[in-house]
């Protein structure tokens, strides 16, 4: 992920020129690893943001249909690390590409709210993903994304731009480990208490 790398680099220098952007906790992100990194979801930015933000490259499941958008805005969402699911068939086809994902290692993206509309309502599909992998999963809240990609969003560095990443959940922390419907309302319910604010 050559081109990734770049990106993230260019991102890593140029945001802090543009915009008024603190991130604070990154070093709870695993180094090595699978990591599910889940965060709130407020704006088409957000998986820019969040991939600055992060140390190591970030796979995302995108719907099929933002690959129909051309050829360069497809070459770009690809390169960024975006991965197309199909969100006409069962849920379970995105969650076994998250699966294998993780399984390489890597780090995984999620929105759990679903779209930039449907705030505070969490899908449970991450928890079984936690589940089923194993993999740590780390909560970020997200803030002043909202309407950056908004042409005069970027000017005077007047936007405010916050990414808080909080320490890794693990079932063990969580406890239920054996009991799979407790540990995912646990699971949920620590999730909501750090990326759901009012």
């Known amino acids: 992920m050559i081109l990734y790398r770049i990106f993230h680099a260019v991102g890593r220098l140029f945001f802090p020129l543009l915009l008024d952007i603190r991130i604070t906790g990154s070093e709870n992100i695993p180094r090595s690893g699978p990591v599910l990194l889940v965060s709130n979801h407020t704006s088409y930015t957000d998986p820019v943001v969040l991939g600055v933000a992060c140390p190591r490259p970030v796979h995302y499941l995108g719907k099929r249909e933002l690959f129909e958008h051309g050829r360069i805005f497809t070459?770009?969402?690809?390169?960024?690390?975006?991965?197309?699911?199909?969100?006409?068939?069962?849920?379970?086809?995105?969650?076994?590409?998250?699966?294998?994902?993780?399984?390489?290692?890597?780090?995984?993206?999620?929105?759990?709210?679903?779209?930039?509309?449907?705030?505070?309502?969490?899908k449970a599909g991450v928890a079984l993903i936690a589940m089923r992998s194993g993999a740590p999963v780390v909560p970020v809240y997200l803030s002043g994304t909202r309407g950056m990609y908004e042409p005069d969003a970027w000017l005077l560095r007047s936007r405010r731009v916050r990414v808080e990443v909080g320490k890794p959940l693990h079932a063990r922390d969580i406890g239920a480990r054996s009991n799979r419907a407790e540990f995912a309302v646990r699971l949920m319910e620590t999730l909501r208490a750090h990326i759901v604010r009012k």
């Open 75 to 122: 070459w770009l969402i690809r390169t960024l690390g975006c991965v197309p699911i199909r969100r006409d068939r069962h849920a379970s086809s995105a969650i076994r590409r998250a699966e294998e994902l993780l399984g390489a290692g890597e780090v995984v993206g999620l929105f759990p709210e679903g779209g930039i509309e449907t705030r505070g309502d969490l």
